[in-house]
């Protein structure tokens, strides 16, 4: 009896296969009948628990009792927006979608390669927080704050806003205040995990920064097309043209020491999972790691929204502006959730990594580029999408590519052309690197209306040759 004799017995790979193994040549060298041998191996898969003080089978029921359940043979119901979307992304949805513990699944617009799942995939999970579904970049998220500032002044005191951008937030791997802000947030509880309580003075001194890869902070010409309601019950902004600040960034480095620390703790609890997995496993919610990363990305979703509170305050004081309008939402988290499941109505884990809350009525936004539209949006409470939308454009190719393929001379002509005035940024977030997201948008039409449009006019990203910490 051979390896794939014992997977078809539904034998999981690994140290399970391997006590089954042992269990056959010691059945056979006790003359035991060869005949019988998937009855027997059958027995002790169907009851392992029955079999454990076995003196002949139960190392093998043992390893049947710590081996996660297998991958199933076909993947749950999930459903895609978009078409021509890159066949790995596609791939890895699938493969999320046979885990034991997923529900249902959805795939983005805007989906392109992550790490386990795709950018742009939403998974329902029971009682199950994966954190790699979840992301590095705990809570990443986007905030829009519309200011009571001239409209001329996008043009004629730019220099101004430069040096509101450049004096209250900071870009680039490790950057942080001398001086630190104050908010809140430090004074929660950091003591939930041993990522967060080692990492609270770092994450302290990076309050209110920015970071690298594809995270900005910019001014510029927001459209709203009728009246939008204000955050937590406060007045509407009427239909007009505004200016507006945008920004995009998370939790920053204490939010990846925490992904990287608990996902090396779901690898560890399940070895027997197969490779093309392994950056999908899981924590139970029942278990004391899984309570904990909870815990820890719950205080992340507070520390990446007051980054984006300190950036924005400190931006609308340095400028004398009152703010008419705050709006924000956040990406790369789980979230405890009730969603139609199989006919019926239950609590589920839903994973949105880089993908939006949409369900009905929940606005949000999703940006394009530093060169192309970005957008206020009212969820319709898809249920297909498990109440999700994009989270932005989605790149269409890698930054190393991205980095061999542009010239400075040809992108800042691009910029130029769309009356966009380039601060900072590397060549790896050249507008050309990312979706035409009026197409992203009109494929997702059946799960967001669209409110009102940002027209980015100054962009502040990290510097040329900064390493990617999206």
Known sequence: ????????????????????????????LAGGDKLRLAAEVQ?????????????????????????PPPPRAEPVPHRQWGVGLEAEAVLQMERACRLP???????MPDAHVGYGLPIGGVLATDNAVIPY?????????????????????????????????????????????KHRRTHAVMDADWSVSPVTRQHKDKAWAQL??????????????????????????????????????????????TGAAVCDYYSQRAISGLPELPKELKRLAWLSLDSPEGREYWQAMALMGQYAAANHACIHAHIASHLGAEVLLDLENHHNFAWRERHVIGGLEREVIVHRKGATPAGAGVLGIIPGSMAAPGFVVCGKGNAASLNSASHGAGRVMSRAQANQTFHWKAVNAYLRDRGVTLISAGLDEAPMVYKNIREVMAAQSDLVTILGQFDPRLVKMAPPGERAED
């Open 1 to 28: 009896m051979h390896a794939k004799d014992l997977l078809r017995l539904g034998v999981p790979s690994g140290e399970a296969t391997r006590r089954a193994t042992d269990f056959v040549c010691r059945f056979i």
């Open 43 to 67: 027995a002790v898969v169907a009851d392992p628990a029955g079999f454990i003080d076995d003196p002949l089978r139960g190392e093998f029921a043992k390893a049947l009792l710590k081996a």
């Open 101 to 107: 513990v997923a529900l249902a699944g959805a795939l």
């Open 133 to 177: 579904a979840v992301g590095v970049d705990i809570a990443c998220r986007m905030k829009m704050t519309v200011l009571d500032i001239p409209l001329d002044h996008l043009e004629r005191r730019q220099d101004r806003l430069t040096r509101a951008i450049e004096a209250e937030t900071r870009f680039g791997v490790g950057s942080a205040f």
């Open 208 to 253: 209110g920064t920015s970071g690298s890869g594809n995270h900005f902070v910019e001014f510029g010409l927001f459209t709203a097309h009728g009246p939008i309601p204000g955050a937590g019950g406060a007045g509407e902004l009427p239909a007009g043209t505004y200016v507006a600040l945008l920004s995009h960034s998370g939790s920053r480095g």
